[in-house]
């Protein structure tokens, strides 16, 4: 049986963000690595853990591991060159009909390195996605550049 739900639409998400990173590329390429891994956290609770796994090649996954085989898979890595470039497909936070996008790029200015962050997706996106994304992702970006600024504070 095929059912029509002409009610539920199919939207599309673009978030585009930049930040300035005052590490160099290399650091600041370990910094985001990190914080899509081992060193993430909840975006509403800093001192709540939130630690993903990203095995760093093409094909390879993104996932959060709970132990005993259970846990929430994120995505693929697409493409990955580093230290300038990271691509993840694949479901993201969305636990229905979509798929995403995201990009990671980084250009390097002398000791200074722009990480230019894009998110697209879609599918069956709910409202509170939509309001909420842009907000994840700043929280992320914004991690990343702490961290990467720690790592060359202490390279220095």
């Not at 585009?16 to 956290?41: K, S």
């Not at 300038?84 to 694949?90: F, N, T, V, Y």
């Amino acid at each position: 049986m095929v059912a029509v739900n002409d009610t539920e639409a199919v939207r599309v998400l673009h978030i585009y963000q930049e930040i300035e990173i005052n590490a160099p590329i290399a650091i600041a390429w370990e910094a985001i690595l990190a914080e899509m891994g081992p060193e993430g956290v909840m975006p509403n609770d800093k001192t709540q853990p939130f630690p993903m796994v990203l095995e760093a090649w093409p094909g390879g996954r993104w996932f959060r591991d709970l132990g005993d085989n259970a846990g929430h898979f994120w995505g693929h890595v697409q493409v990955i060159k580093p230290p300038k470039l990271l691509e993840i497909c694949g479901p993201l936070f969305m636990s229905y009909a979509a798929t995403n996008h995201v990009q990671y790029r980084l250009i390097e200015t002398g000791d200074m390195t722009t990480l230019q962050l894009t998110h697209r997706g879609l599918g069956q996106i709910t409202q509170d996605v939509f309001d909420g994304a842009n907000a994840g992702w700043d929280f992320r970006n914004q991690r990343t550049k702490e961290f990467a600024e720690k790592l060359a504070a202490r390279a220095n």
